[in-house]
C-alpha cells in the first residue's frame, strides 16, 4: 500500500464548510476509486486539515481519480474554501 499525507490550508472561517464538503463529496469519490483513508485531523490554531490516503496502485488510481467528472466538478468548489495544497508521498520505514 503506498500512502500520500495531504496538508491543506484552509480559508479563515470556512473550516466547517470545508469538513463538510470533503465528507460529502471528496471522500466518497476518493473510495469508489478504490483508496483508503486515514484521518482526518484539524490543527485548528493553524486553520490545516491533514489527512492521509492510500492505494495499492497509487499513481494510477490518483490519475483515474483527478480525471474523472466527479472529481473535475469539484475544481471550481475547492479555491471557496483552501489557500494550499501540499502532498507528500510517503516512505515506510516499518515498525
Do not use: C
Request: no cysteine; proline share 5%; charged share 25%.
Amino acid at each position: 500500500m503506498q500512502h500520500q499525507l495531504r496538508i491543506y490550508q484552509v480559508k479563515t472561517g470556512r473550516m466547517d464548510d470545508w469538513v463538510e464538503m470533503w465528507r460529502s463529496d471528496v471522500l466518497p469519490i476518493r473510495r469508489r476509486f478504490g483508496f483508503s483513508v486515514l484521518g482526518p485531523w484539524i490543527i485548528h490554531d493553524e486553520s490545516r486539515f491533514v489527512w492521509i490516503v492510500g492505494h495499492d496502485n497509487f499513481s494510477e488510481a490518483n490519475a483515474a481519480f483527478y480525471d474523472s467528472p466527479e472529481r473535475t466538478a469539484l475544481e471550481p468548489q475547492i479555491p471557496k474554501y483552501l489557500d494550499k495544497v501540499e502532498a507528500w508521498m510517503l516512505d515506510s520505514v516499518g515498525v
